[in-house]
């Protein structure tokens, strides 16, 4: 039987990217202004990658920040340029991701991360998960940048991985779900922002309780 891979993106969907990022944010420029500038950081960071493909993630960080902080005439305090990197291995674990990931395994999966970061700041994220990955493949090795494919191209001349033993697992249906179901990857979409249904994923959850169950289904059809 070949082996079975569910990789999965690691900022939004197994770690709270929103609320490391806005955390920072709120010290930096104040409570009032986080809602706003998250948004745009939003915008600016893929303008970012796909302009500066060979960039390390922490560079991406470090530009996206101080560009948003020139475009709102706010001021970065002296030497806080770089502090979303730095604050990166602090960002905390979904409450519900170690046991769904830890089922997961023991239902026989291998898993995987596909990441838009760096090796440095992925391995800190995984201590915090605590939880084992086979296999895991960053933009700062690979030299590209989600929504890219090159990601899911270089996991499939890794592992050979193909068809239905291969579920990749996102909340970022921009970063992840587009590319991967135009790969013909299918794709279960966490959606934990509440967004309005889309039809390319295969499967929706609002968290990962339940993934297990859903990849199990999902392979079994």
């Known amino acids: 039987m070949a082996d079975r891979w569910v990789t999965f ?4 969907t197994l770690v709270d990217w929103n609320g490391g990022i806005t955390a920072e944010l709120e010290k930096l420029f104040g409570v009032e202004h986080a809602d706003r500038l998250l948004a745009r950081y939003h915008e600016l960071e893929p303008e970012i ?3 500066r493909p060979g960039v ?3 560079e991406v960080l470090t530009i996206a920040l101080e560009r948003l902080a020139e475009e709102e ?5 002296e030497g806080e340029t770089s502090t979303l990197a730095k604050s990166l291995p602090s960002w905390p674990v979904f409450d519900d991701v170690p046991a769904a990931l830890a089922e997961t395994r023991d239902r026989g999966w291998k898993l995987g991360i596909l990441s ?3 090796r440095d700041l992925i391995d800190a994220s995984m201590v915090a998960i605590g939880i084992a990955f ?4 960053v933009a700062s090795e690979i030299g590209s940048y989600k ?3 090159h990601h899911w191209e270089f996991f499939r001349e890794q592992t ?3 068809g239905t033993e291969h579920v990749h697992v996102a909340q970022s249906l921009y970063h992840d779900i587009g590319p991967a179901t135009e790969l013909g990857i299918p794709c279960i979409w966490i959606n934990r922002l509440g967004e309005p249904a889309d039809a390319r994923p295969r499967k929706m959850l609002v968290s990962l309780t339940g993934l297990a169950a859903a990849l199990d289904e999902l392979t079994s059809t």
């Open 9 to 12: 993106d690691c900022y939004g």
């Open 49 to 51: 990658q796909m302009t």
């Open 116 to 118: 838009n970061t760096d």
């Open 147 to 149: 929504p890219a494919k």
């Open 73 to 77: 005439g706010m001021t970065l305090p």
């Open 160 to 162: 050979g991985a193909s």
């Open 134 to 137: 086979q296999r895991v493949i």
């Open 56 to 58: 390390s993630y922490r």
